[in-house]
Each structure stands twice: as C-alpha cells, then as structure tokens.
C-alpha cells in the first residue's frame, strides 16, 4: 500500500488580466469589433445585393455548420440591416433560411 500525502492549503492567487477598453484612435473595443465582424460577413456577399442561403455565407466565410445562424438572427432583428426569407416554398430546418443585407 502507498500512503498519500495531503496537499497543501496553500494556493498562489491568479494574476488579473485586464483587457484593454480602447483601441486604436481611441475606438471603443467591442464597436471596432462589431464594425470588423459587419466587413467580414459583408465579404460574403461577393455578387451584391443577392440572397444567400446560411450554409453558403457559412462556407464563403470558412465556419462551421449553424455558427453563423445566430448572429445573422441577431442583426435581422435588433440591428435591422438583414432580412431572411424561407428557402424554398415553406421553411425547412434542413434547408433553412436565404438572407440578404438590407
């Protein structure tokens, strides 16, 4: 049988890292983030003002499957500069939704 050693009460204190507020030129960090995020989807949209199904902005942008559904979701309906349609006839989970900037 081995014995076991109890371990010490002892534990170091984690340094805090803080992030930084601003950015370059004095831009607050989550607006220049967005405005980065906003390019880089618009970078999808290749052809202009068409639409595009969820599957293919995700590939277009190198994403997995469903990671870009809900921000889509969440610039349709809080910041209103996308709309969404069926894709198809009816809506069809598989199949899902086209989306275009507004």
């Keep these: 049988m ?13 340094e805090a890292k803080r992030k ?12 220049q983030r967005h405005s980065d995020t906003l390019d880089k989807y618009r970078s999808a949209w290749k052809e202009g003002d068409v639409w595009l ?4 902005i995700e590939k277009r942008l190198g994403m997995s499957k469903a990671v870009a559904s809900n921000t889509l979701k969440k610039w349709m309906n809080e910041y209103k500069i ?3 349609r ?3 006839e009816v809506y069809n989970p598989c199949r899902g939704y086209e989306w275009r900037w507004i």
């Design 82 to 84: 996308l709309e969404r």
């Design 86 to 88: 069926p894709h198809g």
């Design 53 to 56: 199904t969820t599957r293919e």
């Design 20 to 31: 930084p507020k601003t950015m370059r030129y004095g831009i607050r960090t989550n607006v």
């Design 2 to 14: 081995s014995s076991v050693t109890p371990l010490s009460d002892y534990q170091p204190k984690r």
